[in-house]
């Protein structure tokens, strides 16, 4: 593994986006950087700007309006990149899921590399998420979608 790969898996930053969500797991997304959990103990940065990221954490389903935003950003980030979707919302619009103006779980729109799961997603499962995303950019653990296992 080269530096430039190893400052991926030892310091990832991330952008965060909400979409259409009843918040709950961008509420434990949040949780998760508070000291309690402390993410930032792996060196995850949470940043404001997608230019700067490695790693798009999404909460919340994507519907026809936050679509050209999801990808908007998406398109930002440089290589390599993952994509982090969190919770069942993320993953397939969960409870939104028959909602007029959804399209779908956040991969409708953009690639996804790991789906966390849950309603809402552990602080300790979105952790566990960003560290298998921060391995895929770095390149050390390259291949495949990662579910992980609630
Ligand atoms: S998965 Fe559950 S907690 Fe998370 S945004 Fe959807 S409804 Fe809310």
């Not at 990221?53 to 398109?75: E, F, K, Q, W």
């Amino acid at each position: 593994m080269n530096l430039v790969s190893l400052a991926r898996r030892r310091s990832p930053w991330i952008v965060h986006y909400n979409g259409s969500s009843c918040n709950g797991c961008a509420i434990e997304f949040f949780a998760a950087l508070t000291p309690v959990y402390d993410l930032e103990r792996f060196g995850v940065v949470n940043m404001g700007n997608p230019k700067h990221a490695d790693i798009m954490v999404l909460t919340g389903g994507a519907n026809y309006r936050s679509a050209r935003v999801i990808r908007n950003l998406y398109h930002q980030i440089p290589d390599p990149k993952a994509v982090v979707a969190v919770g069942v919302c993320a993953g397939s619009s969960g409870i939104f899921h028959d909602c007029y103006y959804m399209l779908g779980g956040a991969d409708q729109v953009i690639p996804v590399d790991v789906y966390v799961p849950g309603c809402a997603a552990r602080p300790e499962a979105i952790i566990e998420g960003i560290l298998l995303a921060a391995d895929l950019t770095a390149g050390s653990d390259a291949g495949g979608k990662r579910h992980l296992k609630r």
